[in-house]
């Protein structure tokens, strides 16, 4: 079924442009608009945004991803073959985007595509860590554990990714809310005090006047401003869009005191899951690395472990390898020495994860926590600045009468 933009005339000789007609064809379309009583003058096939393999473009959350695991994993546990699991879940599935994922996928399981590769060719859709385990689990035999694996990494990480949102919602609406009032303010509340201080005859103090200043020109160059920020924005995101630009970021943050911890510790929970998770897939160490270097996010910490990888190599042990990774704290490199010695570096890594997951909640807390009373402050002492430039000359007109 093709969809075509028509433009059509109606018997009176009106025309109507862009009439949509969905047909299978070119006869089937001339069909269909002459049944509906009008003439076809010309038309032209709707243009669809296309992926690699065909069909509108899709995008999955890693709650979507979550989700898709975590069914898919279940029907393979329970003995369910691949393509059977896939059909079930397309005629359930109820989100659309979803959907239509697991129908392509299904297509190309159909056609004898291996389901690695079948993920593979979803371009932009699932992140490297799912094609990378899901081929590992193939060749293993294991691809129902995998899968179930990759559900609980896509879970935890929306569990943390939601916790960040959610800690940082309040002291943004806080901080919103003291730019409103300040505005309120300066743009309205101050001409009318200014108006009665102009027939009064009064003199401004110079608190007043670096007032009135400052809202003269937000009044007078408010588009200027707002020009200059949001260019000032997109130079920002340029700059941060090259890799200096974000290594250069990644390091100011890694220098910043309390942020510098958190930060520290969410690389900790990132590294320690996604290599527990690969490794337990099957997939050799470096192997793991190379993924894990990808999707650890701060570049700082990526750098380190292109050393660690190199390391490895040469034959060091991953536990001394990473102690030159200064960005990770020293309990992991510990965990894993323990691991390392036990046989047990997997069930290591999850631990070490576990751990620092509840340490990244407490530390975003207390980061929020240092944060709602220091906005308030600032608030306070903008606001309140205002408040006595406006009060001042008023007090001086008191005086003088």
Not at 93 to 113: A, F, P
Not at 217 to 237: D, E, N, Q, S, V
Not at 369 to 396: A, N, Q, Y
Request: proline share 2%; glycine share 6%; with cysteine.
């Amino acid at each position: 079924m093709q969809e075509y933009i028509c433009t059509v005339k109606k018997s009176n000789g009106n025309l109507i442009k862009k009439y949509i007609v969905k047909a299978d064809n070119e006869s089937a379309l001339a069909m269909q608009i002459k049944s509906n009583k009008l003439f076809l003058v010309d038309y032209k096939v709707k243009e669809v945004r296309k992926d690699i393999v065909g069909g509108t473009k899709i995008t999955l959350s890693s709650k979507d991803i979550a989700i898709l695991c975590r069914q898919l994993s279940s029907m393979l546990v329970s003995g369910v073959t691949l393509v059977k699991a896939l059909n079930i879940l397309y005629l359930q599935m109820e989100k659309k985007n979803i959907k239509e994922c697991i129908k392509r996928l299904y297509e190309s399981v159909q056609r004898g595509d291996q389901f690695s590769e079948a993920v593979r060719k979803q371009t932009g859709v699932f992140p490297e860590i799912m094609t990378s385990m899901i081929e590992a689990g193939e060749a293993s035999g294991k691809l129902d554990h995998v899968v179930a694996k990759l559900a609980d990494q896509f879970e935890k990480d929306t569990k943390l990714k939601a916790k960040i949102q959610s800690a940082m919602t309040y002291p943004i609406i806080l901080a919103c809310l003291a730019v409103a009032v300040v505005l309120i303010l300066v743009t309205q509340v101050l001409p009318i005090f200014m108006g009665m201080f102009a027939e009064n005859g009064a003199e401004l103090p110079l608190p007043t006047q670096i007032l009135v200043a400052f809202a003269d020109i937000l009044r007078g160059y408010w588009h200027m401003i707002i020009i200059g920020i949001i260019t000032l924005t997109l130079l920002i995101k340029s700059y941060l869009g090259t890799e200096n630009g974000l290594k250069k970021w990644h390091e100011l943050e890694l220098k910043i005191p309390i942020v510098n911890s958190t930060i520290v510790k969410i690389s900790a929970v990132r590294f320690t899951r996604t290599l527990s998770t690969l490794l337990s897939s099957g997939m050799s160490l470096i192997q793991a690395l190379e993924i894990v270097i990808k999707v650890v996010g701060n570049r700082v910490v990526m750098d380190g472990l292109m050393i660690t990888k190199e390391d490895i190599r040469r034959g060091m042990s991953l536990s001394q390898s990473l102690r030159k990774v200064s960005a990770l704290p020293p309990m992991v490199y510990s965990m894993i020495g323990i691991g390392e010695e036990s046989g047990t570096i997997e069930s290591m890594l999850e631990k070490c994860a576990d751990y620092y997951e509840d340490e990244v909640e407490n530390a975003i807390q207390r980061l929020v926590t240092l944060m709602e009373p220091l906005l308030i402050i600032i608030m306070g002492v903008v606001v309140g600045f205002i408040v006595i430039s406006m009060l001042l000359p008023i007090l001086d007109l008191y005086g003088t009468m």
